[in-house]
T-cell receptor
Framework: NAGVTQTPKFQVLKTGQSMTLQCAQD?????MYWYRQDPGMGLRLIYY???????DKGEVPNGYNVSRLNKREFSLRLESAAPSQTSVYFC???????????????FGNGTRLTVT | KNEVEQSPQNLTAQEGEFITINCSYS?????LHWLQQHPGGGIVSLFM???GKKKHGRLIATINIQEKHSSLHITASHPRDSAVYIC???????????FGTGTRLTIIP
C-alpha cells in the first residue's frame, strides 16, 4: 500500500520554464491537496479538490493550476516558473470531502523545487 | 485569519526526558491537528482532536478550548522522536487548516 506518491522528488527549473508535479493516492480518498512549505512559514494551501471533478483555490494559488484527473490523481502545474516558487511542495489526501479539517491528512514525501 | 503559535521553536533534551510542545491559537476552532515531520521531510499525522485528550503509545495530545491552547507530550523520549512537530487548526466558517511553523525537537542519546 503506497499511500500518497509524489513525483519528482527534486527539480531545478529556469525562470519561465513549465512543469507538472504529479500526485497519486491509492487509499480511495475523496479529497486531495497541494501545499507549499517555505522556511519560517507554516504549510500553505495552494489548491485543493474536495471531490473528484472539483477544484478550489487555497491561500496562495497565483502562478499555479491544478487538475483532478480522476479520484486517484491530482496534478499541480507551474506554467511559467518564478524564483518565488522555489519551495518544497507536498501533496496530501484525506477520506473526507472538503478542506481536510475533520480527517487526518496523508502526505506524500514532498518535491523540492528550485527555480533559478 | 487564525494565528497559530508554537513554543518552543527549538527543543533539545536527553533521552528519557518528558517533552512538552505547546500550540496556541487566536480564534475559536473546530479541530486541531498535530503532525510530525521527519528529518527526511515526510509528514505524518499524529492526532486530530476537538476536545479533551488523546493518547497513542508514548504520545499524548491535550486541548483546552477555553484557553485556545493545545499541548503535545512525549513520555520516555527517544532519539527516534527527533523531528519537527507541527500544529494545525481548522477554522470555524471556512474550515481550512492554518499551520504553525513547527517545533524542532532533538533528543540526544
Amino acid at each position: 500500500n503506497a499511500g500518497v506518491t509524489q513525483t519528482p522528488k527534486f527539480q531545478v527549473l529556469k525562470t519561465g520554464q513549465s512543469m507538472t508535479l504529479q500526485c497519486a493516492q491509492d487509499m480511495n480518498h475523496n479529497s486531495m491537496y497541494w501545499y507549499r512549505q517555505d522556511p519560517g512559514m507554516g504549510l500553505r494551501l495552494i489548491y485543493y479538490s474536495a471531490s473528484e471533478g472539483t477544484t478550489d483555490k487555497g491561500e496562495v494559488p497565483n502562478g499555479y493550476n491544478v487538475s483532478r484527473l480522476n479520484k486517484r490523481e491530482f496534478s499541480l502545474r507551474l506554467e511559467s516558473a518564478a524564483p518565488s516558487q522555489t519551495s518544497v511542495y507536498f501533496c496530501a489526501s484525506s477520506p473526507s470531502r472538503g478542506t481536510g479539517s475533520y480527517s487526518p491528512l496523508h502526505f506524500g514525501n514532498g518535491t523540492r523545487l528550485t527555480v533559478t | 485569519k487564525n494565528e497559530v503559535e508554537q513554543s518552543p521553536q527549538n527543543l533539545t533534551a536527553q533521552e528519557g526526558e518528558f517533552i512538552t510542545i505547546n500550540c496556541s491559537y487566536s480564534v475559536g476552532i473546530s479541530a486541531l491537528h498535530w503532525l510530525q515531520q521527519h528529518p527526511g521531510g515526510g509528514i505524518v499525522s499524529l492526532f486530530m482532536l476537538s476536545s479533551g485528550k488523546k493518547k497513542h503509545g508514548r504520545l499524548i495530545a491535550t486541548i483546552n478550548i477555553q484557553e485556545k491552547h493545545s499541548s503535545l507530550h512525549i513520555t520516555a523520549s527517544h532519539p527516534r522522536d527527533s523531528a519537527v512537530y507541527i500544529c494545525a487548526v481548522s477554522n470555524f466558517g471556512n474550515e481550512k487548516l492554518t499551520f504553525g511553523t513547527g517545533t524542532r525537537l532533538t533528543i540526544i542519546p
